[in-house]
């Protein structure tokens, strides 16, 4: 990468418009993760995150008396939220709720002002038509049921206070809730991610967070000249020497035809590095290095890096957009 080549990071900071993503998903799904790759390219002078926890209607206990589960709607301020998304797509700051996930309890809320890429991650991020139109990129993270409740249970009791007992009967309790509300916002999503165990072991995961992962996404409504993401072969089946394997697919899904990218085991680094270095080449943003030194990268790790990619993306055409017209950027100027 020519280190004296314009970055597009510095157009990013200079330009006005806030680029939105939102990802949705159940509580303790892994929505961080797959945004951890845009954190990391754009650091934290770009990059601001807002947990829709914080948007609770009811504190811990009172969810408990009232007989309702943080899944439900009206267990979230979703309209306060549509409102202060809106601010925030302007530019402008808000005063944002705070929950705390130690007490229970919200703490005082605190000013928050938007850097300019702002990732909301939560359980109903594009629940409604108001918060989907003010999101550029919607992505949704959707474990295997057995994956997501053995998460949830390590996170919930080691982190969070919950004892194993009282972390099995909220996912007991949360089941319906979110088949009812939180599922049915995959069909709206740009990118659905789906995790499973690894053929090759349910034990890799715990032992090296390998996992299967499937990437499903919509086709891509806009191609920029000359941005492209391939993957070196020669790398892929010489320079490995753990079990991994690639298989794409077509088929409708989630209401519109979907690609899908089936990613298992390990795969060299030399692959992902690869991708980094042509990733930097295509766009003009750099540095790209989300896994460096690392000997061999896991299917997340690889379709946390395309998802990135595609991200950036977007926003490259976001911007051809603003500078030939820019009354006509957002959402509304993909479709």
Known sequence: MDVHAPN??????????IFTIGVAGDSGSGKTTFT???????????VSTITLDDYH????????????????????CIGKLEKDLSRLRQGMPIEKPVYNHDTGKFDPAV?????????????HTFFTPALRNNLDFMLFVDPAPDIKYDWKIKRDSNKRGYSVA????????????????????KEYADAVVGIDYSEYGTALGDERDVYQVT??????????KDIDLSLDLYSILSLSERDFSLKFTTGLQYGHRMGELIVDGELSGHVVEKLERSIEHQTKVHPISMFRDREYVTAADLIQLIISWRIIHRRIFLEICREGNPENTGPGAMT
């Open 111 to 123: 000013i928050f002002s938007p850097q300019k890429v702002l990732i909301l991650e939560g359980l």
């Open 215 to 224: 990437l499903s996404q919509n086709r891509m409504k806009h191609r920029i």
């Open 166 to 185: 009282e972390v099995k009967r909220h996912i007991e309790s949360r089941k319906t809730d979110y088949e009812r509300y939180i599922a049915p916002q």
């Open 57 to 76: 209607r009811y504190d811990r206990e009172e969810r408990m008396n009232l007989g309702i589960t943080a899944l439900d709607p009206a267990a979230n």
């Open 36 to 46: 951890q790759g845009v954190r990391c390219i754009f650091g934290s002078d770009l």
């Open 8 to 17: 597009f990071k510095d157009t990013i900071a200079a330009s006005p418009y």
